[in-house]
């Protein structure tokens, strides 16, 4: 079932693409489950201005194709996408491996417009195109054991030349707690601005979790397995103390090594003021709920 | 081969250096206003500074490892790259001040709590000084006290590499290389260096 979270702003308005970089956009990221608030989206418009297409895919972080932001642009079209398969394993009733073809045409796409936090505080506004990873996840049937979904991006050192270097521990891999991953806002996005997702976005499916660093939000996924313990992640094996297993934005809680408190909106030019993080990325109203009661110092 | 460079080397008069190096944080200041250095300039040119200051770190300690070894004679540059240096480590930091982290209280935040910064900028103080008595007067006046004083700039290009390797996310080479070639050229100098002269009479 696709649409269950909406923007206030219809999908007919967003999809041509010169409307993207033209208008301001009315988009409620802190009003409620389909429960857009006007006022909501009016406080938010200037600031969920989508970013350029050129901004997204020109500037990442996809350490598999280089650790500089330009790399992967420049070094992602050697990645073979197709054909592809993700193998769903684990605690599920339909275990196996699903061809990419066969997932797309049982999905229903749609658009979201999200606030992307990198942990290294920068950020962007990217219209995806997607559907919900619960949706996936039903589609395989999750059993009742399971607690956790462990991810995994493909391991190919010929075509991915960053992963002739050890800089990070390959294949990467990530995971989100049950229900986090069943949140109707967690996304696997396949497009952006209506378009095939480039290479360097994540080619041809990537999980998008807009609350979180967006280190969380692996790219080229080739594994999903349920499973009741919490899974490793690449990160947090890499260097503990900075990445927790959460890693939810949060303006109070500073990595060690630079503060958290304000990000650099990529596009803003060379004088472009810093903005003040918003907690869970401005998805406060739609996540608080999953960590009620936890420490979130603590589970960082 | 190394007499055709030490020929050319005495043509290449010295303010080329502080020409070069003036000019080039202007340079990266007008190609970030025009989109040159991509989405985030402020970054792009931040780093630009501070990678260029420390390859002039490691050019000035080679220079006299290369008149001693292979007898090439840059010395009359040394002072220039010192000072280009500097200039270019001071403006990195403005970057990060102005046009990165804006705000002045976590500025002072940033300095005390993250160690990256601290290095950083403590090899920043040091090399106020060195700056100051880079002159005729200061090497006449300080004597021998001037080569003593400008030792600091071992312990300088040790914090400029450490400072960068500590910024880096993940395992990564570019940044570790830096640092180890700042640790040879110190080892050299413990070593000793033997010049080509003593080692031809030998």
């Known amino acids: 079932m696709a649409h269950r979270w909406k923007n206030n702003l219809t999908r007919s308005d967003v999809t041509p693409h010169d409307i993207y970089l033209n208008r301001r956009q009315l988009l409620g990221g802190a009003a409620g489950l389909g429960l857009a608030t006007l006022a909501g989206g009016k406080a938010q418009a200037s600031e969920l201005e989508p970013n350029s297409w050129e901004e997204i895919i020109s500037y990442n972080n996809f350490y598999e194709f280089g650790t500089g932001k330009g790399d ?46 990198c942990v290294e505080a920068w950020s962007m506004v990217i219209p995806w195109n997607g559907f919900e990873l619960k949706d996936l996840l039903d589609l395989a049937g999750v059993q009742e054991s399971a607690k956790y979904v462990a991810f995994e991006t493909l391991y190919r050192p010929e075509e991915m030349v960053g992963q002739r270097f050890g800089t990070l521990d390959w294949p990467y891999v990530e995971g989100l707690r049950l229900d986090e991953a069943m949140h109707p806002l967690t996304l696997m996005a396949t497009g952006i601005y209506g378009k095939t997702i480039p290479n360097q976005n994540g080619a041809p499916l990537r999980l998008v979790v807009p609350w979180k660093y967006g280190f969380k939000s692996i790219k080229s996924i080739v594994k999903i397995t349920l499973t009741d313990k919490q899974p490793p992640t690449s990160w947090n094996k890499a260097l503990g103390r900075e990445y927790g297993f959460y890693s939810n934005v949060n303006p109070e809680v500073d990595h060690p090594r630079w503060s958290q408190a304000t990000e650099r909106r990529i596009g803003g030019g060379l004088f472009a003021k810093r903005i003040p993080t918003l907690m869970f990325n401005g998805y406060e109203k739609e996540v608080a709920s999953l960590y009620e009661g936890m420490d979130l110092r603590r589970f960082y | 081969m190394i007499d055709a460079l030490n020929t050319y080397a005495r043509k290449v008069p010295v303010w080329v250096i502080y020409l070069i190096g003036g000019a080039y944080p202007f340079w990266l200041l007008w190609l970030g206003l025009s989109g040159g250095l991509g989405v985030d300039p402020a970054k792009a040119m931040e780093h630009a500074l501070g990678e260029r200051a420390l390859q002039l770190l490691i050019l000035g300690l080679a220079i006299t490892p290369l008149r001693k070894l292979v007898g090439l004679n840059l010395i009359k540059f040394r002072r220039g790259i010192g000072v280009t240096a500097f200039y270019l480590v001071l403006s990195h930091l403005l970057v990060w001040l102005v046009l990165d982290v804006q705000l002045l209280d976590q500025i002072w935040a940033d300095i005390l709590k993250r160690p990256y910064i601290t290095i950083g900028m403590l090899g920043f103080v040091l090399m106020i000084p060195l700056a100051i008595t880079s002159n005729n007067w200061s090497v006449r006046r300080l004597g021998k006290q001037w080569r003593v004083l400008h030792k600091l700039t071992y312990g300088v290009s040790l914090l400029g590499g450490l400072h960068f390797v500590m910024l880096a996310k993940g395992f990564q080479w570019e940044p570790l290389l830096y640092l180890g070639s700042v640790v040879l050229l110190l080892m050299i100098r413990l070593k000793g260096i033997p010049s080509v002269r003593t080692r031809s009479r030998a």
């Open chain 1, 72 to 117: 992967p642009a420049q070094h992602a079209h050697r990645l073979t996408t197709s054909p592809w398969t993700v193998t769903i394993d684990g605690m599920v009733d339909r275990p196996g491996d699903y061809k990419f073809d066969e997932i797309m045409a049982a999905m229903t796409i749609e658009e979201r417009i999200y606030r992307f936090r």
